[in-house]
C-alpha cells in the first residue's frame, strides 16, 4: 500500500489560465509536471512578454494553491482515520 506522499506525488492537476491560453500540470506534493503556452496565445501576445508572464503566474499560483488544497484534504483524512487528538 503507497503513503499518502506517494499518492499526492502520482496525482495530477491541471490549471488554466486565460481560458486556455496557459495550462499547467502540478502534482500533490507542489511540482510542476508541464507548462503548456497554446500556439493561439502567443501568436495573440505578439510581443507582449509581460501578459504572457502574468498570465503564468495566475495559472502556477492558482495550480500551487489546488495543490496544496489537495494535499491538505488527503492528510486530513488520514489523520481523522488514525484518531489522533487535536488534528
Known amino acids: 500500500e503507497q503513503d499518502a ?12 489560465a486565460g481560458g486556455d491560453a496557459v495550462k499547467v500540470v502540478i502534482d500533490g506534493k507542489q511540482r510542476l509536471h508541464q507548462i503548456v503556452i497554446s500556439p493561439d496565445a ?5 510581443g507582449d512578454v509581460e501578459m504572457l508572464q502574468d498570465l503564468l503566474v495566475a495559472a502556477v499560483n ?17 489523520t481523522g482515520s488514525l484518531g489522533l487528538p487535536g488534528m
Open 42 to 46: 502567443l501568436a495573440a501576445a505578439r
Open 5 to 16: 506522499g506517494e499518492q499526492l506525488g502520482e496525482e495530477r492537476i491541471t490549471v488554466s
Open 62 to 78: 492558482s495550480a500551487i494553491e489546488q495543490s496544496q488544497t489537495l494535499a491538505a484534504e488527503r492528510l486530513q483524512g488520514l
